[in-house]
């Protein structure tokens, strides 16, 4: 039955409404019936690939059995090597068993997730796909030196045309996505956040060994890093320093959540997160939530937008927040983001009285001493152009679900 215009309608903002739980499909229940390919289906959740896969349509997926992972787990690699090459293994086209056997000019090359997620230099994440003698299809890597020594055994699941899982006789050779990511301790969180726009953030949290300790630990493990740009942590020191010894490494301590979320993570699992300075009754915990596209973390008395991806490599993500999110456990009397009634309290303090502030107190210690003065608080205009700029990044993560927002908006289109 061909469903009515006016029901479309009914549906088309409840997608706008919940983005996030739009999902086309779901791989891993796809392989579940399909116990040859359990290692690879499990490796695709561990990876966090499940979560990309299901947000983006028209892809295939190139599943090798148990044996063939096996052979590629018997050299031990990082979960993160084994999520680049795995990555290579999801083709950003659809290919159903059909159109693999009916390629134009029989042969053609296939960019793939490897390619988007920006790890695969020049032509590496590409894979070359041709119809040969026999009625064959081999694959290989572009960068593979022209052989193509994998083949296509057989088609897996298809839902046309938004995901083909097929399955291919072995592991698609790839020096570039084998080669050895650095192991977690090697990781350089500090170096990785000042060179991204949030070396105010880093040079602080160095500053205080004990919080900054409690990251490094804690890379192994997983861990998510937001940190406040440069603009509002600059804005932020005064009252910063105004914390007890407690409240500093609690504050920086609270943007980092000891998971490792790769976005399409973030976006689909949103709620509240613990922190690392979550201890028992003292919670420290944000909440996570997409606003439409933007994704947003939330306290009672600040909304910080995340305003792009500067790392993302299992086990460790770290993304930039354009504001400084207030612990509701340091920041009970945080101003509202209505305009305060009559005498506001002490830790109220409006912009105008924070300057004020500042140019009593003398110039003081380490991490403030470069610091301009700060324009006009955390919520200083520009900073908004900055986030629009970042959000281009995060919006290029995005992109499967605007396509199928797009592709459910334009349906009602036709049919009005
Ligand atoms: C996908 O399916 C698996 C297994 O059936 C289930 O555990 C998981 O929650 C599903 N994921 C989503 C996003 O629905
Ligand atoms: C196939 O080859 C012809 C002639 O070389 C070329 O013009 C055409 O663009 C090719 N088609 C595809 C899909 O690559
Ligand atoms: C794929 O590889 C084969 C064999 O190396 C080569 O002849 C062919 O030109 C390649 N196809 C493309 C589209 O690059
Ligand atoms: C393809 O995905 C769309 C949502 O993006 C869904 O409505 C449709 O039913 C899916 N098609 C199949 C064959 O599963
Ligand atoms: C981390 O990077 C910073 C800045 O690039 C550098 O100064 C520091 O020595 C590095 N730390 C380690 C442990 O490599
Ligand atoms: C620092 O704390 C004092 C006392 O609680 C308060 O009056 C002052 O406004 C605070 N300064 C800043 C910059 O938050």
């Not at 229940?29 to 289906?41: D, G, V």
């Not at 490792?260 to 919670?283: E, R």
């Not at 460790?316 to 005498?343: G, H, Q, R, W």
């Not at 700060?374 to 290029?396: C, F, H, I, T, V």
Request: with cysteine; net charge negative; proline share 8%.
């Amino acid at each position: 039955m061909r469903p009515s215009a006016a029901s479309l309608l009914l549906l088309a903002p409840l997608l706008l409404l919940f983005p996030s739980t739009a999902t086309a499909h779901n791989i891993t229940k796809l392989l579940a019936s399909h116990p040859e390919f359990s290692t690879f289906n499990h490796y695709l959740t561990l990876t966090q690939l499940a979560d990309e896969i299901n947000r983006r349509i028209t892809i295939t997926v190139c599943a090798v059995d148990n044996a063939a992972m096996d052979s590629l787990l018997a050299s031990r690699p990082s979960i993160s090597t084994v999520k680049n090459i795995l990555s290579l293994h999801v083709l950003l086209d659809y290919f159903g068993p059909k159109k693999l056997h009916q390629i134009s000019n029989g042969t053609a090359l296939a960019a793939t997730l490897f390619q988007a997620t920006g790890s695969a230099p020049g032509s590496s994440g590409f894979v070359n796909i041709t119809d040969i003698r026999g009625g064959k299809v081999a694959l290989g890597p572009e960068d593979n030196g022209g052989s193509l020594d994998a083949f296509f055994v057989k088609g897996v699941e298809e839902l046309p045309y938004n995901i083909s899982v097929i399955q291919i006789s072995k592991i698609l050779p790839s020096a570039v996505a084998a080669a050895p990511t650095p192991s977690p301790a090697a990781m350089n969180l500090t170096g990785i956040m000042s060179a991204s726009g949030c070396k105010v953030f880093a040079d602080t949290l160095l500053a205080y060994p004990d919080a900054s300790k409690t990251f490094q630990e804690s890379i192994d493990g997983g861990l998510t890093v937001f940190c406040p740009m440069d603009d509002p942590f600059k804005a932020f020191l005064p009252r910063f320093k105004n914390l007890t010894a407690a409240g500093k490494v609690s504050l920086l301590e609270f943007f980092g959540v000891p998971v490792y979320m790769s976005m399409p993570m973030l976006k689909s699992n949103n709620g509240v997160m613990n922190t690392l300075a979550t201890d028992g009754a003292s919670k420290f915990d944000f909440t996570v939530q997409n606003d439409g596209e933007q994704l947003t973390l939330k306290t009672k008395s600040t909304t910080a937008k995340v305003t792009g991806s500067i790392f993302d490599e299992q086990p460790l993500a770290v993304y930039t927040i354009d504001k400084v999110l207030l612990p509701n456990e340091l920041f009970k009397d945080a101003p509202s983001p209505t305009p305060a009634p009559a005498p506001a309290p002490a830790a109220d303090a409006p912009k105008s009285s924070k300057k004020k502030k500042k140019s009593k107190s003398p110039p003081s210690s380490d991490v403030d001493a470069d610091s301009p003065s700060p324009a006009d608080g955390p919520e200083a205009d520009s900073e908004d152009q900055e986030a629009a700029d970042d959000n281009a990044a995060l919006s290029r993560l995005a992109g499967g679900k605007q396509v199928v927002l797009s592709l459910c908006l334009g349906l009602v289109m036709v049919l009005l």
